[in-house]
């Protein structure tokens, strides 16, 4: 019976929180593995003790404190919700904490080297001006590298500086684009885009040199490449420009707010962690050009 509770809660997220699929995805196989362990025991039967031991049994495997809190998460929004539908009476996981860890601060590039990185593909051909444009694009807006590679041509508006995205949980935002990143953009569609699709077509933005729609692996190896040929020595992903992004923009006097609403993120508390980089850097500069550091 268990399974088909399970079953329940993830067409809940599918069809009433528009959940994105790889969410779902995760949802499964966290709450799959948590329901093996708990055999033929009913989840109105879940008590602390068993949460307990199960994240016990996680820590003892070599699981880690962050996939051991996203575990608990799980299992906490699927026994809210047997008891929001009354499946059940009680929340056995109100009273447990999450596993404490280090807070991992994410990479950031200076100034100096996204400007290096952004100058990295020379020349005027079609490849070279699409990966201007994708890295303009993408430091300039902090786009997941999932949604700069499923942009369509009309969700970007260049005339009036913005584009709308689709992020988690199916949620559409509008993000300011800003010049350099209009200009490079103008320029790949000027004749870049045409150059590459030949005699095709595709709704997509950025498209690879086949003509079709570009996968997030194929951007991550440009981003590598780019790097490269930048004397980038930092082990650097698409992601890096997103942190990069966010980072910049809070060291420069932007409000955690509006940079939690540029990024997409549901949670306030998410955006928090680029506060911690920007004090973090403080201490380093202060350790370092301080007669007294």
Known sequence: MSDAYLDIFLTHLTVEKGAAANTIEAYSRDLGKYLDYLGGTPLQQVRPT????????LKGKGI???????ALSAIRTLHRFLVEQGYSETNPTSSTEAPKGIVRLPSVLSGREVEALLAAPQGEGAIEVRDRAML?????????????VGLKLAEVNLPAGYLMTVGKGSKER???IGQSACLAVGHYLGEARRTLLGEGESRFLFVSRLGDGMSRQAFWNIVKRRALEAGVVKNISPHTLRHSFATHLLENGADLRSVQIMLGHADLSSTQIYTHVTRERLKRLHAEKHPRG
């Open 50 to 57: 068993h949460l307990a031991d199960y994240l016990s049994l």
């Open 64 to 70: 880690s404190p962050r996939s051991r809190a996203r």
């Open 136 to 148: 303009e694009l993408l430091y300039a807006t902090g786009l997941r590298v999932s949604e700069l």
């Open 174 to 176: 509008l993000v300011p």
